[in-house]
C-alpha cells in the first residue's frame, strides 16, 4: 500500500521541541522531492521545509527558518522535522509530501493538490 505515515504530533510548551516524522511505504521515499507544510484553524495551507530530492536544496518558510530543520533517514524511508523554539503561532495540523510531480512548486515550497502523496496530518499544538 502507497502511502505516508505521520507521527509525533502532540501538545508542547512555548519554547520547546517537536520531532515530527513520516514513514513512506510502497515506494522510495529518496526518488522524490519532500516537504512539510501546515494549515491553522481559519488559515491557507502553508509550506514549512521542503527539499530537492536531485540536489538536497532546502527551502524553509520564513517562519521556519532558524527553528525547523527537515531530514530524511533513507535506510528507514522516513523524512522527519525537528521543531525547535516553538511558539503559539506554530500551533497547526501538519502534512508530509512527497511528489515527483510539480517540481518546480515543491522546490518552491507552494502547497499543491497535484504532489503525489499527502500525509494524514498529525496536529501539533503550542500552548501554556
Known amino acids: 500500500q502507497v502511502q505516508l505515515v505521520e507521527s509525533g504530533g502532540g501538545l508542547v510548551q512555548p519554547g520547546g521541541s517537536l520531532r515530527l516524522s513520516c514513514a513512506a511505504s510502497g515506494f522510495t521515499l529518496d526518488d522524490y522531492a519532500i516537504g512539510w507544510f501546515r494549515q491553522a484553524p481559519g488559515k491557507e495551507r502553508e509550506g514549512v521545509s521542503c527539499?530537492?530530492?536531485?540536489?538536497?536544496?532546502?527551502y524553509y518558510g520564513d517562519s521556519a527558518k532558524g527553528r525547523f530543520t527537515i531530514s530524511t533517514d533513507n535506510a528507514k524511508n522516513t523524512m522527519y522535522l525537528q521543531m525547535n523554539s516553538l511558539k503559539p503561532e506554530d500551533t497547526a495540523v501538519y502534512y508530509c509530501?512527497?511528489?515527483?510531480?510539480?517540481?518546480?512548486?515543491?522546490?518552491?515550497?507552494?502547497?499543491?493538490?497535484?504532489?503525489?502523496?499527502w500525509g494524514q496530518g498529525t496536529q501539533v499544538t503550542v500552548s501554556s
Open positions: 509530501v512527497a511528489t515527483k510531480r510539480q517540481f518546480l512548486l515543491i522546490r518552491l515550497c507552494v502547497p499543491s493538490n497535484g504532489y503525489d502523496y
Open positions: 527539499m530537492d530530492s536531485t540536489d538536497g536544496k532546502t
